[in-house]
């Protein structure tokens, strides 16, 4: 079955630093969602993906699809206590879809 | 709206008991599902159901049993609990899910389960 590999599981920057997690399938993905689920809530859906190579851009978020359509990242410029939590991928691929373990972010102040 | 809610938010078994989680969205989504939550390993999916009257497993279904009651709700039953049932629970729902076609998910707040 489909496997989903989120990189790296923990990051801890300091206010203002980037962030970036990838999110890598072993198979072919129709599309790709990004969730946020901040400690101690549910996740809450970010975008979704669906082209080849697609970019999006949400205020400090970016967001990139792979040109294969295998993997796909979340880029956070600047990182403000805000954006602690996870981030999780969900891959699609047909009818079968899996999460990522997720990347925990923290920030220090 | 409400959005998605379930009940208990939080609840402590003892081995072999039973219980059921519910779940009900007030978004007239066609589409609902159950995942638990461990640490590390993400969500993963025990059972969804794609429209009313329709059921099918997920990843990781051993264990328990679901019900579609109607469009609005979805239930979820531990017949046996075990200590492995240990996690978070959440349930979400989307407009639909078909072959080739995803809609944004909608969570709960979820339901912490210990089991003893």
């Known amino acids: 079955g489909q496997q989903v590999m989120q990189i790296p599981q923990y990051q801890h920057v300091q206010e203002g630093e980037d962030f970036t997690t990838y999110c890598n399938s072993s198979t072919t993905l129709s599309n790709i969602q990004w969730y946020k689920q901040r400690p101690g809530g549910h996740p809450v859906f970010l975008i979704q993906l669906v082209k080849s190579g697609e970019v999006k851009k949400q205020k400090r978020l970016t967001f990139q699809f792979g040109e294969a359509k295998k993997n796909s990242s979340l880029h956070i410029t600047a990182t403000q206590t805000t954006d602690v939590g996870t981030y999780f991928c969900a891959a699609y691929n047909n009818n079968d879809m899996r999460f990522g373990a997720g990347t925990r972010l923290t920030v220090k102040p | 709206n409400a959005g998605v809610t379930q009940t208990p938010k939080f609840q402590v078994l003892k081995t072999g008991q039973s219980m059921t989680l519910q779940c009900a969205q007030d978004m007239n989504h066609n589409s609902m599902y159950w995942y638990r939550q461990d640490p590390g390993m993400g969500l993963r999916l025990i059972y969804y159901s794609a429209s009313e009257g329709t059921t099918d497993k997920g990843e990781v279904p051993n264990g328990y049993n679901v019900s579609r009651l109607n469009k609005r709700e979805f239930s979820l039953r531990l017949e046996s609990a075990a200590p492995s049932q240990t996690s978070v629970y959440f349930c979400?729902?989307?407009?639909?899910?078909?072959?080739?076609?995803?809609?944004?998910?909608?969570f709960g707040p979820g339901t912490r389960l210990t089991v003893l």
């Open positions: 979400a729902s989307s407009e639909a899910r078909t072959s080739g076609r995803t809609d944004t998910q909608y």
